[in-house]
């Protein structure tokens, strides 16, 4: 079963313009980790935010983490039409070491 | 350097036959994953390895479903008489333990006929 769900399902914007995308969990975490996936190939690490932080920033991105909410969200700034892809929250679950992962966000961003 | 490898990397086979995936961590991770992702969905957890045993093999959706690790690095996952439900890309990470990014191949895309 999945503990993450994200929204939106997908997204469409401009170049230039900011996208956002949110996650929500279930149970407590150890941490959480963006991820992104182009068509066809594997997925590639992002950022991960630990369970004591706030928010976290890497370039472009910015993840906040509400533990009281249980939610999370990732701010891409300045989209671009490479960052096209798709994007998966995953959850480090408190009890055992397995990662969950989200349905994912589809990003297109148009030239 | 050299990443996760996955081989196949496409795999056809017939309802019925037994399949090998194969994946090669990098070097030094001691934490590898195997999960399932179909068309639109995110990646299913299968089984997690810390070292050479299963920490976690929770995900495993039923008996027929087998995944060794035998010297803790390149690990095998077994389908025994495989489904057409079992069509999917097969994912496997390694990372450097609990807590830390992982590290993903490209898959193996099975497809069950």
């Known amino acids: 079963s999945q503990q993450g769900e994200e929204d939106p399902q997908a997204l469409s914007i401009q170049e230039g313009e900011n996208a956002t995308m949110n996650c929500s969990y279930k149970?407590?975490?150890?941490?959480l980790q963006w991820y992104r996936q182009n068509s066809g190939r594997g997925l590639v690490h992002l950022i991960l935010i630990r369970s004591n932080e706030r928010e976290k920033h890497s370039g472009r991105l910015r993840v906040t983490l509400d533990t009281s909410k249980k939610s999370s969200s990732l701010l891409i700034t300045a989209s671009r039409a490479a960052d096209t892809a798709s994007y998966f929250c995953a959850t480090d679950l408190l009890q055992g070491g397995k990662l969950i992962f989200g349905q994912g966000t589809e990003l297109s961003v148009k030239p | 350097g050299a990443g996760v490898s996955q081989t196949p990397s496409n795999k056809v086979t017939e309802k019925g036959k037994y399949v090998e995936l194969r994946c090669d961590p990098i070097s030094g991770h001691t934490a590898l994953y195997w999960y399932r992702q179909s068309l639109g969905q995110g990646p299913e957890f299968l089984i997690y390895f810390q070292g050479t045993g299963a920490a976690d093999d929770s995900g495993l959706p039923n008996d027929r479903f087998f995944a060794v690790r035998p010297e803790g690095s390149v690990s095998t996952l077994k389908i025994q008489r495989t489904e057409r439900g079992d069509s999917a890309v097969y994912l496997c990470?390694?990372?450097?333990?609990?807590?830390?990014?992982?590290?993903f191949g490209n898959g193996t895309r099975l497809t069950v006929t």
């Open positions: 990470a390694s990372s450097l333990g609990q807590g830390t990014p992982l590290h």
């Open positions: 149970t407590s975490i150890n941490n």
